[in-house]
């Protein structure tokens, strides 16, 4: 059990070596990627869609519409 444990560790530990840059980290400055969203009204919201139109503050609540 423990040799299985350690080698699917040892996989996720070569799997993330060499795929650097795949999640990186985004830095000050940097442009946002662009995503697609469920619009609440019709069709998608996205992104590219805003740019040059207005700022876009995105704010994620975690558990506000959680159950309890």
Known sequence: MKAVSFLRTLA???ALAVMP???AALEV????P???LPSTKE?????????GKKNVVLQFY???FTPT
Not at 29 to 32: I, R, S
């Open 34 to 36: 662009d995503f697609n």
């Open 43 to 51: 069709g998608k919201w996205s992104l590219a869609a805003q740019a």
């Open 21 to 23: 840059g795949i999640a």
């Open 62 to 64: 975690v558990l506000d």
């Open 12 to 14: 996720l530990a070569l």
């Open 29 to 32: 400055g940097d442009k946002a």
